[in-house]
Structures are given as structure tokens and as C-alpha cells.
């Protein structure tokens, strides 16, 4: 008893893990998650798939074969002790009990036997040598209890076990099922990685995209999986979904047509969260939902080409393309299109742009400060952009612009590992909510004709003003072309690199603000130039176009730093939606449920019903009356005294 009990706990604890620790999930995600060592003792464990591990299943068996055994052995003696009355309870064992009285003479046997039958027990009598034995019980059927309660955890466990499929375990066991572990189409899947529509139990997600159809489900099997063959089509015709204004989903939903592949029999039905579509023992439950591999445009501009317009590049999300760039070949991998994101934008992690001491010089333009505010920011995308050695970086778009202190901006975000966060850009807006003004601006201080322009331009400017003699022109305009052209080589991160190469420690911060000032001084210079160039006038200097510029400085130097040779911005897209289904055939699901009803009946017999024996033995000279119960409580102690005294009234004849 005490090991199954321990058995039993640990049971318990399994379950519990099982519930808070999300199950079979691929094992990266694992890794990602809990790092490398808790990894390690984790998938040793089977934490990952408790209720079909090895050791899960053995104490489930071995629970099984114990209790049968335990009922086998005690069923015939209690089945034996409900059904007896005990009626050759001798005298002396009567008088021992500690409920038992000796009433004088007058009570016969057949008043004994009406009075505790009308008390609502059964009655045997039995005359014996020393007088006639009234045996009377009640409650019998409390024993029933622990045979219920014991029956109900075989069952219980009988159905874990039919759910935990000991048949594939076995036959994975012996190598005849080998899970996949290559990502190639399930056509192309092997027949020892192929699992049956026999197969007696399996639980496995699918997503499909609307307008398809799915036959087969894909049951995570530690570093591969298997591919499950299903006895139907399922077919999504149509998605819904509906959102809460914070984002989350408030009901989800999919029409689907079902056909059975031996009848042809369609079933149309939808299904919601919380209401499956059940088909012959197979159950379809609503999951999950995404992107179903949507049709997307970018506009792509070409970092490495300052002046090149941008180009238009159509992908699909969920889908990998080649692409090439300044004569170098990438592979584009789209991710998935979210088409709401409720997203606080007082903090976008890290911001890119302005490095160590000119973040110090540069508040307004380098530091991304914002109240922290949720708000929908509209359709975003996930891509990675990888090189020919295999290298890749993942990027963050957001199509629609962000409204942050006022103003307009394009957000981006790059990491270079998964574990990373985000690390984002952003990128002003011109009036018509373009990229054309700040991609002109970013081509112009790249240019080093414009550069020798500006800083002619800008040393004019500042003999004019007196700000300096006619023998520092040439000095001063060398400077301002030195300084625009280590920005246009590398933005803020070159200048300060000259820095941390040339200037002492002490001397930095003021060189750097000089610096600051020349850059921000010349950029109105630079974006006269490009507008002209264009054939645009000239952008009135107040401070929404100061602010414009300088944020594009921002910008223009964080794209030194986005790892990317092209910025592709979302331009448009035609959605298509993905349901997210979880089919079950679970047959040991109702063998669990009917075990579950055993043990709840078992334990009102324990509980609430109680055992009473009584036993009246009646002789020439005296009547002894005893009475006996499972549970010694006052309640008996109450019932002994009321059925005493009334025997003991029957025997004065009142």
C-alpha cells in the first residue's frame, strides 16, 4: 500500500509537470528556452512527453497488474462480510464490544426484528443454544466504496495506457518506426516514418491555409517526428477571427468540409475553441491560427546603390526565394505575416543610430525616449536575408507608419541570433508618409560631389556671419568635407572610431560636440543640394524639417549597422489565413472519464455512507443488546442510546 501510494505521487507530480510545462514541442524550442544543461536533464526525464514516456507507462502497467491483483485477493472477503450478518457472534464477544448493554427480559425476537426493520435494516434471526440472535445491518454498501475506488484507478490507468500508445513505443523500441528528422515535403517521407490510420492512439497539430486541404498530421517525436496518415480530407474553406481592443483574439474559427477517403462522405461543419468536430473517434479541435503563406510586395532600396530608386520584389510569406543583390546571390526566407500587433511602442528594445560618446553630445537625435503606450501598429513581417556561406540576419518590419512625439516613422528591427532581441530603427517620414525624401538625403551625404558642395557652401556661410577669418575658410571648409565624408563612410560609429583613435580620453566629448554641430549644421546644406539636384525647392528651415533632418541623421547611421545590402519596406500584401487544428483519436479518453465517475461514486460510499451493525441476543433472563460501526463517532454513540432505550421501552411493554 505505501508503495503504491508513492507510485501514485509520483504520478501526481508527473501530471503536474505535464500540465505547466508545455508538451511536445520540438526540442530547439526547448533548448531556446531552458538552455543547453537543464535541456540535457529534462529530455532525460521525459519531462518533454510525460504521459508517453517509458517510465510514465511502466508505473501505469505496474499499477494496473497491482490493484487487479489487490481486488482479485480481497474481492471474495469483502464481498463475503457485505453479504453476512454475522450472526454467530458469540455472547462474549457481544458484551466486549464498547457499544453493548444488558436489558432485562420482555423483548422477544420478532420485536426486534420489527423495530430495526422499520429502523431501515436488513434482519436475520438465528436461535442458537443460549436464545435467538437478532443480527441487523445497515450500510453495507460503504465497503462497495473501496471497490469502486480501486476499480476506478485500473480504469484510469487502463485508459492513460491506451492513450499513451505502448504500441508505437515498442515498435520504436525495436527500430520498426524511425522518426523523420530532415525538413523535406511529407510526399516525400519514408513508409518506417509513415504511421497507419490503424494506429490505435495519436494527438498532432496541422495548419492549413485557406482553400486547402490537409491529410496527415505531424506528431512531435523528440529531434524528428512522424508523419500520422488520417482516414479523411479536411478541407478549410474559410477562417474567422474577431479581436478584443487589446489585441488578444476573442473568437476564432474555421468552416470545414470533411471527406471520408473510402466513402466519399462529406461533412461540413465549423469548429470553435472548446467545440470539436468529432468523426468516427477522430476529434478536431480548433488550436490555433497565422498566416497561411500570403502574397507580398516590397519595396526593396539598394543600400549599396544610394541613388538607385527602389525596386519592387514580390515573395510570399512562409516561402524562401533567391534573390540577388549588387551581383550577390541571398535566399530570401519570409516569415509570417501578422496582420495586428499590439505592441508597446515606448520601448523597442535597443535603438540603433548614435554609438557611445555622441549618444552623451546628441540627446534629441540619438536617445528614443516615449511614454509607454499599447496601440495596434498595423500589418508587420519577419524575413531573413542569408548570404552564400549560410550567414543570415533576421529583420522586423512594420508597413504602417508609427507615430511617435508627433512625427512619422518607418520601424525596423535586425538581430543576428534568435536568442537576441530586436534591435530597431527608425527611419523619418516625408509629408506624403514616404521613404523618397530620407533616401535622398542619405544618397546626397554619400556623394562626394555634394560633400565638397556643402562644405563650400557652409564656409560661405560662416565668413559671412563672421563666425571666421578669411584665413580660416579653407581650413573650415577642409573640415566640414573631412567630417561629412568619415559620416558618409560609416555615420556616427567612423567619427567616433576617429576619435577613440586620435583624440585623448579628456578631449573627446568637445571634439565630439563640435563635430555634432558641423554635421548638424551642414545637413540643411546637403538636403538643399538633393532637392535641387531633384528639382524640388528648397525645405523651409522650421522645426518639424530641422527635426526631419536630424532624425535622418539618426537614420542614416543606423543603417551602417542594419547588416543588410538592400532595405525592403512592406508595401502591400493579399492575406491569406491558416487554422491551427489538433486531431486526436484518444479511445482511452472515455474509459478515463468512466473511471473518473467510479472514483467519485467510490468515494461517496467512503465518505457518506456509514456501516452500522446491531445485534440483539435474546435469552430467558436477559436481553443484550450491541452495536458496532465503521467509523466510531458520536454519531454512534447517539444511535446506541436511541435503539437501547426503545428496545428497552418494547420490553416494559409501553
Not at 511536445?24 to 537543464?38: D, L, S, T
Not at 436464545?131 to 473501496?146: I, R, S, T, W
Not at 518506417?192 to 492549413?208: A, D, Y
Request: proline share 4%.
Amino acid at each position: 500500500m505505501r508503495f503504491a501510494i508513492s507510485l501514485l505521487t509520483l504520478l501526481a507530480i508527473a501530471s503536474v509537470i505535464g500540465t505547466v510545462l508545455k508538451q511536445n514541442e520540438p526540442y530547439p524550442n526547448y533548448v531556446v528556452e531552458f538552455g543547453q544543461f537543464w535541456f540535457t536533464g529534462f529530455e532525460w526525464l521525459g519531462l518533454f512527453d510525460v504521459y508517453h514516456s517509458s517510465w510514465f507507462l511502466l508505473i501505469l502497467a505496474f499499477l494496473v497488474l497491482s490493484t487487479s491483483l489487490c481486488i482479485w485477493r480481497n474481492a471474495p472477503g469483502f464481498i463475503k462480510d457485505m453479504k453476512g450478518y454475522r450472526e454467530k457472534a458469540s455472547e462474549s464477544s457481544l458484551a466486549a464490544m464498547s457499544h453493548s448493554v444488558a436489558l432485562p427480559a420482555g423483548v422477544s425476537a420478532a420485536q426486534a426484528s420489527a423495530y430495526l426493520r422499520g429502523q431501515g435494516f436488513l434482519v436475520r434471526e438465528a436461535s442458537r443454544e443460549d436464545g435467538v440472535l437478532v443480527a441487523a445491518k445497515k450500510g453495507a454498501a460503504n465497503k462497495l466504496g473501496y471497490f469502486l475506488a480501486h476499480i476506478a484507478l485500473v480504469v484510469i490507468c487502463l485508459g492513460g495506457l491506451l492513450d499513451g500508445n505502448v504500441p508505437l513505443k515498442v515498435a520504436e523500441l525495436f527500430g520498426k518506426v524511425v522518426p523523420e528528422t530532415r525538413d523535406i515535403p511529407q510526399s516525400q517521407i519514408p513508409p518506417q516514418s509513415r504511421l497507419s490510420t490503424s494506429n490505435l492512439s495519436f494527438r498532432g497539430n496541422v495548419t492549413i491555409p485557406e482553400n486547402s486541404t490537409a491529410d496527415v498530421v505531424f506528431l512531435n517525436a523528440g529531434n524528428g517526428y512522424f508523419v500520422q496518415d488520417l482516414p479523411f480530407l479536411v478541407t478549410l474553406k474559410k477562417f474567422h477571427v474577431d479581436y478584443y481592443s487589446t489585441g488578444m483574439p476573442k473568437l476564432f474559427a474555421s468552416d470545414l468540409v470533411v471527406t471520408d477517403k473510402q466513402t466519399g462522405k462529406e461533412t461540413v461543419a465549423t469548429v470553435k475553441v472548446n467545440h470539436p468536430l468529432i468523426i468516427d473517434g477522430v476529434a478536431i479541435y480548433q488550436a490555433s491560427f497565422g498566416d497561411g503563406g500570403s502574397p507580398l510586395r516590397f519595396k526593396a532600396w539598394n543600400l549599396g546603390v544610394p541613388n538607385a530608386p527602389a525596386q519592387t520584389l514580390a515573395a510570399k510569406s512562409l516561402g524562401n526565394q533567391p534573390v540577388e543583390i549588387n551581383s550577390q546571390r541571398y535566399q530570401l526566407e519570409a516569415g509570417e505575416l501578422r496582420t495586428f500587433n499590439i505592441e508597446n511602442v515606448g520601448d523597442n528594445n535597443a535603438a540603433m543610430g548614435v554609438n557611445k560618446t555622441f549618444q552623451e553630445v546628441m540627446q534629441s537625435a540619438g536617445q528614443v525616449k516615449h511614454d509607454k503606450q499599447l496601440r495596434n501598429l498595423g500589418p508587420s513581417i519577419t524575413y531573413k536575408l542569408r548570404d552564400a556561406q549560410g550567414q543570415a540576419r533576421e529583420y522586423h518590419l512594420y508597413m504602417s507608419p508609427i507615430s511617435q512625439d508627433g512625427r512619422p516613422y518607418m520601424m525596423a528591427g535586425m538581430r543576428s541570433e534568435v536568442a537576441q532581441p530586436f534591435a530597431y530603427l527608425r527611419l523619418p517620414l516625408d509629408d506624403n508618409n514616404s521613404l523618397d525624401d530620407f533616401m535622398r538625403l542619405r544618397a546626397a551625404l554619400m556623394d562626394a560631389k555634394v560633400q565638397s558642395e556643402v562644405a563650400r557652401r557652409v564656409a560661405a556661410q560662416a565668413l559671412a556671419g563672421q563666425a571666421i577669418g578669411r584665413e580660416m575658410r579653407e581650413p573650415f571648409e577642409q573640415s566640414v568635407r573631412w567630417v561629412l565624408d568619415r559620416f558618409g563612410q560609416g555615420g556616427f560609429a567612423a567619427l567616433e572610431s576617429f576619435l577613440d583613435e586620435r583624440v585623448p580620453k579628456d578631449k573627446r566629448k568637445d571634439v565630439a560636440q563640435t563635430y555634432i554641430k558641423i554635421v548638424q549644421g551642414a545637413v540643411v546644406e546637403v538636403d538643399a543640394v538633393a532637392r535641387e539636384r531633384a528639382g524640388l525647392p528648397r525645405r523651409p528651415v522650421n522645426e518639424a524639417n530641422y527635426r526631419f533632418l536630424i532624425d535622418s541623421l539618426v537614420g542614416v547611421s543606423a543603417l551602417f549597422d542594419y547588416g543588410a545590402p538592400v532595405f525592403m519596406q512592406l508595401d502591400s500584401f493579399d492575406e491569406v489565413k491558416a487554422t491551427g487544428l489538433q486531431i486526436t483519436r484518444s479511445p482511452g479518453k472515455t474509459i478515463v472519464y468512466l473511471g473518473s465517475v467510479l472514483l467519485v461514486l467510490g468515494i461517496i460510499c467512503m465518505f457518506y455512507i456509514r456501516e452500522l451493525r446491531v445485534w440483539v441476543l435474546v435469552k430467558s433472563d436477559q436481553v443484550r443488546v450491541a452495536m458496532a460501526s465503521n467509523r466510531k463517532t458520536s454519531d454512534l454513540d447517539r444511535d446506541f442510546e436511541r435503539h437501547s432505550n426503545a428496545l428497552q421501552q418494547l420490553a416494559r411493554g409501553e
